[in-house]
T-cell receptor, first 114, second 115 residues
Framework: ETGVTQTPRHLVMGMTNKKSLKCEQH?????MYWYKQSAKKPLELMFVYSLEERVENNSVPSRFSPECPNSSHLFLHLHTLQPEDSALYLCASSQDGQGRGGYTFGSGTRLTVV | AQSVTQPDIHITVSEGASLELRCNYSYGATPYLFWYVQSPGQGLQLLLK??????LVQGIKGFEAEFKRSQSSCNLGKPSVHWSDAAEYFCAVGARGTSYGKLTFGQGTILTVHP
């Protein structure tokens, strides 16, 4: 148990589908993050929420839409994705909002777009 | 902009041998530094973190890292590698003074351990 739970673990979706990824943490952390991990590329920061407010959108296409309804939950809504969006999507949280304690990561959602 | 370079994409060592994984960073000031490990199909687990002070930092699982400001490096080491250490290792830097702790990651080093 890592403290950050992501569901589903695996997702296969067509390019016309709409799906959502869910992330949940009960660590009392103040900041939550979405990262994309593709083969042979560094982790790419997608979105940052601090105290439930989106503080960074790292030039992510609009087909990815984040939502943070409260400090414990983070969603990533997906629609009309492309095959190149297939990747491991990682959620993370940090305690103090400055990341000094490092991140706690979830196990990720392996997304395949067909 | 800050950047992180892990020069070695893949390293192979024998079980019981010592290990050093390299990490170089580019940043205008002393950043926060982290090492993470990722097993296949899993998320990343924090091994250790450096903020300030002592340049040798102890982490979990017997890992340690040496921060060298003059070389902008923070290499990860372990005196004796175990087969269970086979995984991918990521170095990351964080900017001081930000309000939300954004981390920049290196490309990772895959460690293979031979029996």
């Amino acid at each position: 148990e890592t403290g950050v739970t992501q569901t589903p673990r695996h997702l296969v979706m067509g390019m016309t589908n709409k799906k959502s990824l869910k992330c949940e943490q009960h660590l009392g952390h103040n900041a939550m993050y979405w990262y994309k991990q593709s083969a042979k590329k560094p982790l790419e920061l997608m979105f940052v929420y601090s105290l439930e407010e989106r503080v960074e959108n790292n030039s992510v296409p609009s087909r990815f839409s984040p939502e943070c309804p409260n400090s414990s939950h983070l969603f990533l809504h997906l629609h009309t994705l492309q095959p190149e969006d297939s990747a491991l999507y990682l959620c993370a949280s940090s305690q103090d909002g400055q990341g000094r304690g490092g991140y706690t990561f979830g196990s990720g959602t392996r997304l395949t777009v067909v | 902009a800050q950047s992180v370079t892990q020069p070695d994409i893949h390293i192979t060592v024998s079980e019981g041998a010592s290990l050093e994984l390299r990490c170089n960073y580019s940043y205008g000031a002393t950043p926060y530094l982290f090492w993470y490990v990722q097993s296949p199909g899993q998320g990343l687990q924090l091994l250790l973190k450096y903020f300030s002070g002592d340049t040798l930092v102890q982490g979990i699982k017997g890992f340690e890292a040496e921060f060298k400001r003059s070389q902008s490096s923070c290499n990860l080491g372990k005196p004796s590698v175990h087969w269970s250490d086979a995984a991918e290792y990521f170095c990351a830097v964080g900017a001081r003074g930000t309000s939300y702790g954004k981390l920049t990651f290196g490309q990772g080093t895959i460690l293979t351990v031979h029996p």
